[in-house]
């Protein structure tokens, strides 16, 4: 089993040796667990994609402990990127820049651009302080639920990492929000932990990437992701339930309140938020349907949740793992 431990000052300088010897090391962030490996090290990052089986075209965000550090990842900072960083970091927010030459094309799957983040988490940034900037995906098998605690990543996982720096669970529990700022205008790629209101709020109207307009219309079009092995199903209505078609024992993904009445009752129901609090929820999202995923049901439910803010990073996680539920993901 590959060792979870504290993130003592020792344990932090063991896993920094680690990295520099071009090993994984999965540590919490804010958002979720992440795999990292040094972001300079192009051996290293092969075994991120190795472990994770994830393909090469997918590009990997680098983590670093301070805006300062961008100087030697990105090749221009533009003004609104300043602004962005001064507002939202350390925090969920991934922005898109120029990438130098220090970055390997394997981090960008040969993109001129590269995807940076500073995580809010005490422990991710210290790590970072002592190792350099981390090129980290999620700590998961590509297209599977995300790991959102320690005990989730070592359950995932034969072997291939060095070690899990236990951060308890993460307090967002969804992956960060996405904007490229290649072009002139600000585009959302991924919706995420921070809200594309609160960026509008202070850059204006943004606007939205392909994948992500199109989300709502053609959710069945898309590469299965975020994925429990249990076929789950998306409820279409906020608060109701459907009736569950399947055979055998299923499980209710309910977002606040939860109505038995009618049709077969769930044999497990995991509830988001008592009280409706999107953050809650995002913050629980991974881990109940963890839980779900282990309880030996033939399938999951889950409820709609309102789409204003965290609640569309939710329902985007929601549709993807309807459509990559299932033994085999279409995702991987
Ligand atoms: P994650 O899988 O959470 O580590 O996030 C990585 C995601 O960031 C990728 O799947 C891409 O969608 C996005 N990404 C990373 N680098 C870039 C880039 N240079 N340009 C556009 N999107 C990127
Ligand atoms: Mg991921």
Not at 229 to 248: D, I, N, Q, V, Y
């Amino acid at each position: 089993m590959i060792p979870i431990l504290a993130p003592l000052e020792a344990n932090l300088r063991a896993a920094a040796k680690a990295l520099a010897a071009g090993e994984l090391v999965a540590f919490p962030t804010e958002t979720v667990y992440g795999l990292g490996a040094s972001a300079g090290d192009a051996l290293a990052l092969a075994r991120v994609f190795e472990v994770k089986r994830r393909p090469f075209f997918d590009p990997l965000i680098v983590h670093v402990s301070s805006p300062a550090d961008l100087s030697d990842i990105c090749g221009t900072v533009p003004d609104l990127a300043a602004r962005l960083m001064e507002k939202f970091w350390p925090g969920p927010l991934t922005l898109v820049l120029p990438k130098s030459d220090r970055i390997p094309d394997l981090a960008t799957s040969g993109l001129p651009t590269v995807a940076v983040r500073m995580p809010a988490h005490p422990v991710a940034l210290e790590l970072i302080r002592l190792a350099g900037p981390l090129a980290a995906p999620s700590a998961n098998p590509f297209g599977r639920l995300s790991p959102t605690s320690a005990p989730h990543v070592q359950d995932a996982f034969a072997g291939g990492i060095a070690m899990i720096l236990d951060g308890g669970p993460c307090s967002v529990g969804v992956e960060s929000t996405i904007l490229s700022l290649e072009g002139e205008t600000p585009v959302l790629l991924r919706r995420g932990g921070l809200s594309r209101e609160d960026i509008e709020a202070v850059i204006g109207p943004i606007a939205l990437g392909a994948s992500v307009a199109d989300l709502p219309q053609a959710p069945g079009q898309l590469a299965g992701h975020y994925a429990p092995r249990t076929p789950l199903r998306l409820l279409k209505s906020a608060g109701g339930r459907g009736k569950f078609t399947g055979p055998g024992r299923f499980g209710l993904l309910a977002f606040r309140g939860v109505d038995i009445s009618g049709s077969g009752a769930p044999a497990v129901i995991e509830v988001l938020s008592p009280t409706g609090d999107l953050r809650e929820a995002a913050a629980r999202l991974f881990s109940c349907l963890h839980r779900l995923d282990r309880a030996g049901l033939d399938g999951i439910e889950a409820e709609s949740v309102p789409e204003n803010g965290l609640g569309a990073a939710i329902m985007d996680r929601l549709r993807k793992a309807e459509a990559g539920s299932g033994p085999n993901p279409e995702g991987v």
